[in-house]
């Protein structure tokens, strides 16, 4: 299985502090108003629409997403996450479909089934992330869109979102990344267009730690999001 079982261990640590606003997983609350409204100017709304959110975690986005109408499915391999994610959703009244398989799987149950796939922030956690962008491709109808985020793998990667987000300024508990396992833009440009998807956009995204608070840039040096189509074959 294309996991790495360290950090499904890691995550599944933090499961009952993904809704603290205040705890580890504040950053990730503070960008996400950033990453949703990437996500649904990217396939102009999400309303009505069929959307797979791949590494769901605790289920932040997948919740903003179901807010907006989206028919939500998030997965993820962490068991002990998707408890928390479902339970907050109860309690928000929001209905969402958390299941506990790997992406590859679900692809060969739901192949083309998905209007939009989302992929955020859990490429750089497996052994195969070509794989990943693989399987998300699967699911993905003709002419839909799928959104991933990473980081980008050089030194000044390295010394903002390991030394500084994690050692330095405590915005991610220690130990969150590896650093080797970072994806450099060409590298994950050369895996959706193996994918025959046709990419729309490419954006860095900023965090201001002082502010706590995000925005689009076109530096991708450091976090980055990607918007791509996939293509609708001629019959």
């Known amino acids: 299985m294309n ?3 360290a950090e499904v ?30 996500i ?5 709304g999400l309303n009505g629409k069929r959307v797979l959110d791949v590494g769901t975690g605790g289920g932040i986005l997948a919740e903003a997403m179901a807010r907006q109408g989206a028919e939500v499915t998030g997965i993820d391999l962490a068991g002990d996450g998707l408890n928390a994610a479902r339970k ?3 309690g928000s009244h929001l209905r969402i479909d958390y299941r506990q ?5 679900l692809a060969v149950e739901k192949a083309e089934y998905y209007d939009v796939v989302t992929c955020m922030e859990m490429l750089e956690h497996v052994p195969d992330p070509a794989a ?6 699967s699911l993905l109808r003709p002419g839909g869109d ?3 985020a990473t980081l980008n793998r050089n030194p000044k990667s390295y010394l903002l979102a390991v030394v500084g987000a994690e050692y330095v300024l405590g915005l991610l ?10 994806i450099r833009p060409s590298e994950l440009l050369a895996m959706t267009k193996q994918s025959h998807l046709h990419t729309m956009a490419l954006k860095g995204m900023y965090f201001d730690p002082i502010r706590h608070r995000g925005r689009l840039t076109d530096d991708v040096s450091v976090n980055y999001l990607s918007h791509a189509r996939k293509a609708v074959l001629d019959a």
């Open 173 to 182: 508990p220690r130990g969150t990344h590896d650093y080797q396992k970072f």
């Open 40 to 44: 649904a100017n990217g396939c102009a």
């Open 132 to 137: 990943v962008v693989n399987a998300c491709v």
């Open 9 to 38: 261990h890691k995550f599944d640590a933090l499961a009952d502090q993904w809704w603290d606003t205040d705890g580890p997983f504040r950053t990730l609350h503070e960008i996400n108003p950033l990453r949703l409204d990437f």
């Open 3 to 5: 996991m790495d079982q």
């Open 146 to 148: 799928v959104f991933f």
């Open 101 to 105: 398989i790997a992406v590859e799987d």
């Open 88 to 90: 907050h959703a109860d």
